[in-house]
Nanobody, 126 residues
Framework: QVQLVESGGGLVQAGGSLRLSCATS????????MGWFRQAPGKEREFISA????????DYADSVKGRFTISRDNAKNTVYLQMNSLKSEDTAVYYC???????????????????WGQGTQVTVSS
């Protein structure tokens, strides 16, 4: 059983930056692909970014491309999401998740993920 704990959320002004972290335990982190999703009030959970365990291939939603960067540190069992140039529409609860697949296209789908964190709130004030 893999446990995931997000941190780093908070309140930031538009144009600012935050770095989210997702610490994992209970599994072999290096063999899991990791994803970030977010869910705003009244909306469905949406894909933000993913990074494969094999090759470290990354992917981003169009809405965050060029502003967000995903990375992983296998020595620390942690995945990060650096968020720059934040906008009010980035306000949401952000979740990290772990998946076995290393197919980057598949990682856009919520159904590919076996484990989820509890989420961290990001609020961007305009």
């Amino acid at each position: 059983q893999v446990q995931l704990v997000e941190s780093g959320g908070g309140l930031v002004q538009a144009g600012g930056s935050l770095r989210l972290s997702c610490a994992t335990s209970g599994g072999t982190f290096a063999t899991y692909s990791m994803g970030w999703f977010r869910q705003a009030p009244g909306k469905e959970r949406e894909f933000i970014s993913a990074i494969t365990w094999l090759g470290g291939v990354t992917d981003y939603a169009d809405s965050v491309k060029g502003r967000f960067t995903i990375s992983r540190d296998n020595a620390k069992n942690t995945v990060y999401l650096q968020m720059n140039s934040l906008k009010s529409e980035d306000t949401a609860v952000y979740y990290c998740a772990a998946a076995r697949t290393f197919t980057i296209v598949a990682l856009k789908s919520l159904g590919q993920y076996s484990y989820w964190g509890q989420g961290t709130q990001v609020t961007v004030s305009s």
